[in-house]
């Protein structure tokens, strides 16, 4: 490997957050019918550590699209594997790993809004604010971090990593 991985978050920082945000999505659900999906794969494993501190009968369900392409805030995306249960009507938390330039939640967000959501709130592990190109903000931040290329926790290096316990920044040696 021509690079190390530091440690920006320790796996007991993580889980004490995530338990934070569930009991306050808890608090904030509580007696609707909540339709939590998930962003594949970054969001695997903050969602499943998320949904397992919610003392709520939720459902879940999965997306998976691709990263926009070219530059510009009106391209499309592209999904690859769309949720199984309709949001039609349903309260629906969409689950990410991280918001860096905003374009694929706002995709996302518009894509489910026309499908007729009844109500939409994102909830991601990580936020880079400094990075935004379009204008989104997640309603549930486990930590704003710096502009630096992270991984672990669902977070992926050329696909590697997403299994470590913790948030690291990639540093090239
Ligand atoms: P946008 O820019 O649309 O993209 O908000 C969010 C997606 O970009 C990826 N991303 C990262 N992946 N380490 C990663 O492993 C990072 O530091 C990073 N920053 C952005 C990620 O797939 C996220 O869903
Ligand atoms: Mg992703």
Redesign the pocket.
Known sequence: MDYTIKTLLTREEVEKRIKELAKEIEKDYCGKDLLVIG?LK?SIMFMSDLIKEMDLPVMIDFMSVS??SGTTSTGVINVLKDTDISVKDKDVLIV??????????SHVKKLLEDRGAKSLKICTLLD?PS?RTVEMKGDYVGFEIPD????GYG???DQHHRNLPYVGIVVKK
């Open positions: 962003l970054g990263s926009y990410e790993d991280i918001i860096d330039t905003g374009l694929t939640l880079k990075r630096e290329f992270v991984v977070l992926d290096y």
